[in-house]
């Protein structure tokens, strides 16, 4: 039995292995896996990858083992993502390397490192975890002898670049980022169409798990009550629902069976209005899925509608909370001690981060230096940043 041996089981407008448009550096391919498997292997097996361990999803890793980190809510995407590949016949693999990569460019704590190394960057081309994304698969991740990055196939690398939708055309002020638009010059990832099927589900998979597990992590860490999110369009009937058949629960189990139970809502929604979609427009190759002028892979406008209360509750009682504020407050200002350091004075960076810039340039190119400084600050863990931070601005700790 082969790895290709479950083709006939995929959709018509599924991505498949067979039709892959190979990967930038030609190489053998695996007797055992089909090339997308091969992706996600290669992903998980990174080193980026495992860093997500230690990488703030909301709450900094000190404030406690039970809250999600950046590779747990990706572990719980790339679930959410084949379970709804598998039912709409498109390809699991595929959707679950795109699940899992899909946040491999993040910086430490969270958006707010993001926000931090952003404004940093701001004079050298800017800073996003998407176009960082890109530069760890292809550039930075340097583990093979052939070639830098984990030279992934196309299919999956398009994917991770579109996952939310065309980049192209450009907006007015809108600027492609640095390192998707060099890469572009190398290798066209069709950046003014869709992605394929396989890239949208991974992208409504992460909606799916932050807004159900951040109402689970908030809940539990006390930022919000029940009886406040029981007010919710979507979260209030199905809290009715499950105090009606179990009542007394205690309320570590409502909590769970309320968050289960949203979960299989939104997903039996999308999977619903997905195949009215596909019903409607017919697409008969991945190719005339991702030229089409809308998504296939949605929420129904009434889930849609729905969620709308539900982020703004969690962008007010969760994002901007005090308690996360002042956490977030005190990590930009590391993030930015940090980036400050590392550009006045480099010979402070480590040697082969030093050697590195050398050798592109960087002693007399400030862009240059900046995106290295850049690289190495996003790669860190939160608690690497913290100890960073402490080695070289507290006289009392050593080097």
Known sequence: MTADCFHDRLAPYACNPADTRGRLVAEPESPTRSCFQRDRDRIVHSGAFRRLKHKTQVFVYHEGDYYRTRLTHSLEVAQIARSISRTLSLNEDLAEAVALAHDLGHTPFGHAGEDALNACMEPFGGFAH??????????????????????????????????????????????LPTTIAAFQDDWDLELHTNPGAEAQVAALADDIAYNNHDIDDGLRAGLFTVEEVAELPLVGPIIREVCDRYPGLERSRLIHETVRRMINAMVVDLVTETRRRLAEHQPGSAAELRALPLA??????????????????????????????????????????????????????????QHDIARHGGDGDLAVRARHVADYIAGMTDRYALAEHDRLFDLHVKT
Not at 317 to 322: A, P, T
Not at 325 to 350: A, G, H, I, W, Y
Request: hydrophobic fraction near 40%; glycine fraction near 6%.
């Open 296 to 353: 296939m892979v949605s929420f129904s406008d009434g889930m849609l509608e729905a969620q709308g209360p539900l982020r703004a509750f969690l962008r007010q009682r969760m994002y901007r909370h005090y308690r996360v504020n002042r956490e977030m407050s005190k990590c930009k200002r590391v993030v930015r001690d940090l980036f400050q350091l590392f550009m006045d004075e480099p010979n402070t960076l480590p040697t082969e981060w």
């Open 130 to 175: 998407n176009d960082q994304t890109l530069r760890i698969l292809t550039r930075l991740e340097r583990r093979y002898a052939e070639f830098d990055g984990l030279n992934l196939t196309w299919e999956a690398l398009e994917g991770v670049v579109k996952h939310n939708g065309p980049l192209l055309p450009l907006l007015p002020g809108f600027r």
